[in-house]
């Protein structure tokens, strides 16, 4: 089964969604295993209020601190700062209850790391503070201490959180695909119904995708060929016409002389026994009977051929058809059966031509098979074709010619046919004229012998 190309780029974002999904898990666990990787060498964490706390504060040493771009503060159990170095983001020597609460609840917002201890001994508290050179505060923290109650309503905001962004990502992967699967799928659709207009015969068809990328020297490569075959057809057509035009004439201007010819040889060759004019008035009429076949398939193929049709009861006319091949089997000493229904069937018909048909295939069996030879024509319908069916049991048709039997001059030459001529063009004019009613001539595989089959429309 076909896949589609807009069904793979969905697959592809199914795909996309499940790697960026393992991508932004692997960056926070990436990004957990970095923090606490540098957590050792960052100065903030080197150089520790508790590290550096001692009970007389007068006996701290800040140098290393001040070294390193950080600052200390004291503040005793009054809120005063007593001792500052290095950096300050106090800028006060007294605070209230309120600033020094403030100072303790809100560092986190600042752009200063603050580390805060406090000593007992010389109550008062130790500020250790470093500029802040990157902070990402992301924590995932479980206490089993905490209520249920709020342990459930925290897990759904997270839980809520998380399908919220999982279903945003999906949306917007999925808008990305199909916008990047249209810009190839769009194309392709327009140059496929080009192709499929050419298929059809439509030798007019161009595409324009208003594109420039490489989709444009893909149109430009299709319209050039598309003009090309288009100049071509137009050409062969033209050749065609001119063809059958030309045959057309020779055949006219040509088939007066040979008759003439003809006559005068018969004449001659009855009053006087010379070998010659037998051969001259066996050429003649070989000839003349080819340019009349070669005449009609032109005819046939012309244009401004058109078959009058109407509406003709088929049993009644196949029964005139074989009154008149019966003396000609018989003169042949060809044995023959004939099946017509009693029905009526109506089906539109040229009868000259539909029985130009019947005399070809029956002419071309008494010509290559031998006397005793059965010929058997059979008529049936079925759900909407009359179906004649026009068979022998002779020699058959050799493989080599089954596939071009229908092409014109392809004729079987044996030398138990040297006696008798044929154009090779009967097979061709009886096919072309079945089609011109709306039908087919087609040759059936048969154990022995021949069979055409014909179907015309009923009405």
Same mark, same amino acid.
């Not at 001692?54 to 771009?69: H, P």
């Not at 303790?104 to 805060?116: F, G, Q, R």
């Not at 003809?262 to 004449?267: I, K, L, Q, R, S």
């Given at each position: 089964?076909?896949?589609?190309?807009?069904?793979?780029?969905?697959?592809? /974002?199914?795909?996309?969604?499940?790697?960026?999904?393992?991508?932004? !898990?692997?960056?926070? #666990? *990436? %990004? &957990? $295993?970095? =923090?606490?990787?540098?957590?050792?060498?960052?100065?903030?964490?080197?150089?520790?209020?508790?590290?550096?706390?001692?009970?007389?504060?007068?006996?701290?040493?800040?140098?290393?601190?001040?070294?390193?771009?950080?600052?200390?503060?004291?503040?005793?159990?009054?809120?005063?700062?007593?001792?500052?170095?290095?950096?300050?983001?106090?800028?006060?020597?007294?605070?209230?209850?309120?600033?020094?609460?403030?100072?303790?609840?809100?560092?986190?917002?600042?752009?200063?790391?603050?580390?805060?201890?406090?000593?007992?001994?010389?109550?008062?508290?130790?500020?250790?503070?470093?500029?802040?050179?990157?902070?990402?505060?992301?924590?995932?923290?479980?206490?089993?201490?905490?209520?249920?109650?709020? /342990?459930?309503?925290?897990?759904?905001?997270?839980?809520?959180?998380? !399908?919220?962004?999982? #279903? *945003? %990502? &999906? $949306?917007? =992967?999925?808008?990305?695909?199909?916008?990047?699967?249209?810009?190839?799928?769009?194309?392709?659709?327009?140059?496929?119904?080009?192709?499929?207009?050419?298929?059809?015969?439509?030798?007019?068809?161009?595409?324009?995708?208003?594109?420039?990328?490489?989709?444009?020297?893909?149109?430009?490569?299709?319209?050039?060929?598309?003009?090309?075959?288009?100049?071509?057809?137009?050409?062969?057509?033209?050749?065609?016409?001119?063809?059958?035009?030309?045959?057309?004439?020779?055949?006219?201007?040509?088939?007066?002389?040979?008759?003439?010819?003809?006559?005068?040889?018969?004449?001659?060759?009855?009053?006087?026994?010379?070998?010659?004019?037998?051969?001259?008035?066996?050429?003649?009429?070989?000839?003349? /009977?080819?340019?009349?076949?070669?005449?009609?398939?032109?005819?046939?193929?012309?244009?401004?051929?058109? %078959?009058?049709?109407?509406?003709?009861?088929?049993?009644?006319?196949?029964?005139?058809?074989?009154?008149?091949?019966?003396?000609?089997?018989?003169?042949?000493?060809?044995?023959?059966?004939?099946?017509?229904?009693?029905?009526?069937?109506?089906?539109?018909?040229?009868?000259?031509?539909?029985?130009?048909?019947?005399?070809?295939?029956?002419?071309?069996?008494?010509?290559?098979?031998?006397?005793?030879?059965?010929?058997?024509?059979?008529?049936?319908?079925?759900?909407?074709?009359?179906?004649?069916?026009?068979?022998?049991?002779?020699?058959?048709?050799?493989?080599?010619?089954?596939?071009?039997?229908?092409?014109?001059?392809?004729?079987?030459?044996?030398?138990?046919?040297?006696?008798?001529?044929?154009?090779?063009?009967?097979?061709?004019?009886?096919?072309?004229?079945?089609?011109?009613?709306?039908?087919?001539?087609?040759?059936?595989?048969?154990?022995?012998?021949?069979?055409?089959?014909?179907?015309?429309?009923?009405?």
């Amino acid at each position: 089964m076909r896949k589609r190309l807009s069904n793979t780029f969905l697959g592809y /974002f199914w795909i996309t969604f499940a790697l960026t999904v393992f991508s932004t !898990l692997l960056a926070f #666990v *990436l %990004l &957990s $295993v970095a =923090s606490r990787w540098i957590a050792g060498e960052l100065a903030k964490n080197r150089y520790s209020a508790r590290s550096v706390i001692q009970a007389d504060y007068r006996k701290i040493d800040a140098s290393e601190i001040v070294a390193n771009g950080g600052g200390v503060q004291i503040i005793d159990k009054n809120y005063t700062v007593i001792y500052s170095v290095g950096i300050d983001t106090i800028h006060k020597n007294q605070l209230t209850v309120e600033e020094f609460t403030e100072l303790l609840t809100e560092s986190k917002n600042k752009p200063y790391h603050y580390d805060i201890e406090y000593e007992p001994t010389g109550e008062f508290w130790l500020i250790v503070t470093f500029p802040t050179s990157i902070r990402f505060d992301f924590a995932l923290v479980y206490n089993k201490e905490a209520s249920r109650s709020d /342990f459930y309503r925290s897990l759904s905001v997270l839980i809520g959180v998380g !399908l919220f962004y999982l #279903v *945003l %990502l &999906s $949306v917007i =992967s999925y808008i990305y695909a199909r916008l990047t699967s249209s810009q190839i799928t769009v194309p392709l659709k327009k140059l496929t119904q080009g192709t499929l207009s050419l298929r059809e015969g439509d030798y007019s068809a161009r595409v324009d995708l208003h594109l420039k990328n490489e989709f444009k020297d893909l149109q430009d490569t299709f319209n050039e060929m598309a003009a090309r075959i288009e100049e071509e057809i137009t050409l062969r057509k033209l050749a065609e016409e001119n063809r059958r035009r030309l045959i057309l004439d020779i055949s006219h201007d040509l088939k007066n002389p040979l008759t003439s010819i003809g006559g005068y040889a018969e004449v001659l060759k009855d009053k006087y026994d010379i070998p010659e004019l037998q051969a001259i008035y066996q050429n003649s009429r070989r000839a003349s /009977f080819m340019l009349n076949e070669l005449f009609e398939l032109s005819q046939i193929d012309s244009p401004d051929f058109t %078959l009058k049709k109407v509406k003709t009861e088929l049993c009644e006319t196949m029964r005139l058809i074989i009154g008149e091949i019966i003396p000609q089997l018989e003169s042949a000493e060809f044995a023959y059966e004939f099946d017509i229904p009693d029905s009526d069937i109506f089906v539109l018909l040229n009868p000259g031509q539909f029985k130009r048909v019947i005399h070809n295939l029956i002419d071309n069996a008494i010509r290559y098979n031998p006397k005793g030879t059965l010929i058997s024509i059979n008529l049936s319908i079925n759900e909407e074709n009359a179906e004649i069916r026009v068979a022998d049991n002779g020699v058959g048709i050799p493989l080599n010619l089954t596939k071009e039997l229908f092409t014109p001059f392809v004729h079987r030459n044996t030398a138990e046919d040297s006696n008798r001529f044929g154009s090779g063009l009967g097979l061709s004019i009886a096919k072309k004229i079945v089609q011109a009613h709306g039908g087919d001539l087609v040759l059936e595989p048969t154990e022995r012998g021949t069979s055409f089959l014909i179907t015309v429309p009923q009405i």
